[in-house]
């Protein structure tokens, strides 16, 4: 049962709103447009994920989007909260991946290994040669 439902963040609006509204030579343009793609891109996997989780319609499990709470003095976020009487879920979604967050991830010290790793999965990419995000092709 869905608890807290999916809603598109509020940052993700601002950055479309001001996508379309900045005027087309500003320095700025390939940082927003940036962001949007990662944004967009993030929200896509999270639909995707919040798609199959509207399956689980049985009351024995509760389903949350978007939940912080506070730890000390600091915050922890997770993008899908999932609970049973038997176990707690948190589910995190990445629906692109840079090759430096891929080297962090496996702990590989060589760029090329986490290149051919990603060339290997045949990911679309975007972006220029120093700043490629791998995704998911659309189907």
């Not at 689980?56 to 976020?77: A, E, G, M, T």
């Not at 995190?92 to 990603?118: C, D, G, M, P, W």
């Amino acid at each position: 049962m869905i608890c807290k439902e999916l809603t598109i963040p509020l940052i993700l609006e601002k950055t479309e709103a001001l996508s379309g509204r900045i005027v087309q030579h500003h320095l700025k343009i390939p940082l927003i447009e940036k962001d949007l793609r990662k944004r967009r891109a993030g929200y896509n996997g999270e639909s995707t994920v919040y798609y199959h989780l509207n399956f689980l319609k049985d009351k024995k499990y509760k389903i949350y989007y978007n939940v912080r709470l506070p730890i000390l003095s600091n915050h922890f976020q997770m993008d899908f909260l999932l609970l049973t009487r038997f176990y707690i879920l948190i589910i995190e979604v990445y629906n692109h991946l840079t090759n430096s967050e891929l080297r962090k991830f496996l702990h590989l010290q060589s760029r090329n290994t986490a290149y051919k790793i990603l060339k290997s999965f045949q990911l679309k990419t975007e972006g220029g040669t120093k700043s490629v995000i791998y995704s998911k092709p659309p189907r």
